[in-house]
Each structure stands twice: as structure tokens, then as C-alpha cells.
């Protein structure tokens, strides 16, 4: 019996130092199950925020990408904008060009209407003076016609015989009325004088205006108007 309980004894060490061993074992697996779930929660952690790096990086390349697109196309960009900008300050300057042409045309004709009324008035202002002149040359002739005396000589001619003596003009004006009529046909012709100054200035203002805006109408590929029409504008 002794032995047989020395026996039991033993084989109840063995059970407990397996018992341990399995108690050791299955802490270790358990350790190990609870590292391994780690790791994968890790794994998986790691792997989520390599998807989004990588979503990231997708992001980054597109963007990248519409920025060299966008670079490469600034260069046309900005000659296209140089190029409306250009059309732009071209149009409104040939806008207010055309604009001022036609206050010029405007001034040139009622510049022409007063030249013409002018030259009515001084041709009318000079006809009198001529008229008056004959008038008085008519009053002088009558005055040494009234002092001719058949067979004698004439002071002017010379003749000794007077067939038609000069006659008395209807109205003789005075020297002084004379002397105002001229001075007023002086006076309207410096006035038409100026008036044709003025007019003059106009064309050349007129011929400018026609020049620039041909040149804007180059500047801009367009067909310029006609200068004719222009002008009659």
C-alpha cells in the first residue's frame, strides 16, 4: 500500500504539474490570441489610413494635375484678356471719336450755311458800293456837262462838239455814305475772312478725326467706313 500511494502521490504531481503547464499554456494562448487581435486591429487601423493616404495622394495627383493644366493655359488666358481689353478700349475710343466726327460734320455745315449767308451779304454790300461809285462818277460827268459850250472843247475829251451830254443821276449819295458802305463791305468781308478760317480748322480737325478712326478700325481687323461717308456723317 505504501507504494501504491507513493504511486498515487506521483501520479497526482504529474496531474498538478500538467495541470500548471496547461494552466501556463492556455494563459500563453490567451496572451497571444489577445496580441494577435491587436495586431490585427492594428493591421486593419494601418490599412484604413493606407486607403486614405492613398485617397490622398489620388487627390494630391488631380489636383497636381489641374494645376499644370491651369498653368499651361494662363499664357492664353492672359493674351486673350489682353486681346478683349485691347478690342474693349479700342471700341469706346472709337465710339467717342466717331461721336466728336459728328459734332464736327454738325459745325461744318452751319459753318457753311453762315460762310454762304456772308457771301451773299458782301456780294449785295459791294453791288452797292459799285452802284454808288457810278452814282457819283454819274453826278461829277453831269456837273462838267453842265459847263460844255458848243464849239468849245471838252476838259475830258477835247472834243468841240457834245452830241449826248451826261444826264443827272436819279440820287446822288455823298461821299460820307459812301465812304460808311465801304467800310461795312471791309467789315463783312473780314468777317467771311474768319468764317472760312474757321471752316478751314474744322476740315483739318474733320481730316484727323477720319485718320485716327481708319487706323482704329486697322488696329481692330476691321474693313474702316468709307471716308466719304465720314465726312457726310
Not at 460827268?141 to 451826261?166: D, F, I, K, Q
Amino acid at each position: 500500500k505504501r507504494n501504491e500511494l507513493l504511486s498515487v502521490r506521483g501520479n497526482l504531481e504529474d496531474l498538478a504539474k500538467k495541470r500548471a503547464d496547461h494552466d501556463r499554456t492556455s494563459n500563453d494562448l490567451k496572451k497571444h490570441t489577445e496580441e494577435l487581435r491587436d495586431i490585427r486591429k492594428q493591421a486593419e487601423e494601418l490599412d484604413t489610413k493606407k486607403r486614405q493616404m492613398e485617397e490622398s495622394i489620388a487627390r494630391g495627383n488631380a489636383f497636381v494635375m489641374e494645376c499644370q493644366t491651369a498653368s499651361e493655359a494662363l499664357p492664353e488666358a492672359i493674351r486673350t484678356r489682353d486681346r478683349i481689353k485691347k478690342a474693349l478700349d479700342t471700341a469706346m475710343e472709337s465710339e467717342a471719336k466717331n461721336t466728336l466726327l459728328t459734332e464736327v460734320n454738325g459745325s461744318m455745315a452751319k459753318s457753311e450755311e453762315l460762310i454762304h449767308e456772308k457771301e451773299d451779304e458782301l456780294s449785295s454790300q459791294q453791288k452797292s458800293v459799285e452802284a454808288m461809285e457810278r452814282a457819283i462818277l454819274s453826278d461829277r460827268a453831269y456837273s462838267l456837262a453842265t459847263e460844255l459850250r458848243e464849239g468849245a472843247p471838252c476838259p475830258v475829251c477835247g472834243s468841240t462838239h457834245h452830241p449826248a451830254p451826261a444826264r443827272p443821276a436819279d440820287a446822288t449819295p455823298t461821299s460820307r455814305q459812301l465812304e460808311i458802305c465801304r467800310k461795312l463791305a471791309d467789315k463783312t468781308a473780314n468777317e467771311l475772312q474768319q468764317l472760312k478760317a474757321q471752316h478751314s480748322a474744322l476740315a483739318a480737325k474733320q481730316e484727323l478725326l477720319i485718320h485716327d478712326i481708319s487706323l482704329l478700325h486697322s488696329a481692330s481687323d476691321e474693313e474702316p467706313d468709307n471716308p466719304s461717308e465720314l465726312r457726310s456723317e
